[in-house]
């Protein structure tokens, strides 16, 4: 059977913690990792330069055989995904198929949350997207949800700086923020894939009768979903365990943080073939 990864597409190293989780489910499969470590933060960046950068990123992970591509990243799952799905893919690639990680999620909310209030914690520029936000509304209309940015968080992780006592500073300072915006809250989704590193402390500063929602589980049982609803897809699909591993950056560089995010060690190639240098 040829090579025909599963592309997992990420603007850095949090991707990382999606990924480990869909391997726990359906480690069978091959998957093609790429970071965009050298274009990174996206979560700044405008919806033009997401959008341009995310397309990229598809058009080159097509070439290397994927026909499924998940984007691992949230800024990119808000400012690029509709519009690939809609006006790209029908023209470059009709028959392959990109996701993201929001729906998933927002999906899920509603068996989850027993108040009906759910909070976010985001990315700037996820948060201004309102993504969640439209989301959460156009399956669960009756959901108040808050959301909280929180700049800080992602440079704690990425600095291996999370468990820190400084850190303790920046988590308190949005997770009170956020509850006390909306005191009934008693789902907090953590919108970045970058947060499930900084759990530990987000919970410290949390009452026990407010759940933590991370991404990966749920976004790792909807791919698993999504393959064995769509078997054209899911035949393209190759089964041999094989993972690879991409940075726009230098290996060396991605290599010694990226173990934080997958739980262990692993040998990146560099990819800067769509990079301006």
């Known amino acids: 059977m040829a090579h025909h990864p599963i592309g997992i597409f990420d603007s850095g190293f949090g991707g990382l913690t999606v990924l480990k989780e869909i391997e726990q489910i359906i480690p069978q499969y091959d998957f ?22 995310t397309l990229d990123a598809v058009r080159w992970l097509f070439h290397q055989g994927c026909y499924l591509i998940v984007l691992a990243c949230n ?8 519009t690939i799905q809609q006006k790209d893919l029908p023209n470059i690639a009709p028959e392959r198929r990109v996701l993201g990680v929001i729906r998933p999620v927002t999906e899920s909310v509603g068996a989850i949350t027993r108040s009906g209030h759910v909070g976010i914690l985001a990315t700037a520029g996820t948060v201004g997207s309102q993504s969640y936000v439209i989301e959460i509304n156009k399956y669960f209309p009756g959901i108040t949800v808050v959301q909280e940015a929180c700049p800080m968080w992602v440079p704690l992780v990425e600095n291996n700086e999370f468990g820190s006592d400084g850190a303790d500073y920046f988590v308190r300072q949005h997770i009170d923020r956020i509850v006390a915006a909306d005191p009934l809250i008693d789902t907090l989704i953590l919108g970045c894939t970058h947060y499930p590193l900084l759990l530990q402390k987000i919970s410290r500063y949390l009452s026990p009768d407010i759940r933590v929602v991370s991404q990966g589980a749920i976004v790792a049982r909807g791919l698993a979903d999504y393959l064995r609803r ?40 560099e990819n800067r073939d769509f990079i301006d240098t």
């Open 230 to 269: 769509h078997p054209a897809i899911e035949n393209h699909c190759s089964r041999e365990g094989r993972r690879d591993f991409y940075t726009t950056e230098k290996a060396d560089f991605f290599d010694h943080t990226a173990a934080l995010f997958y739980g262990r060690e692993i040998r990146c190639r």
């Open 75 to 82: 800024t990119a799952s808000a400012k690029a995904l509709r």
């Open 32 to 53: 093609l990792y790429l970071g965009d470590n050298a274009r990174a933060p996206y979560g700044v960046r405008s919806f033009e330069t997401v959008y341009a950068y």
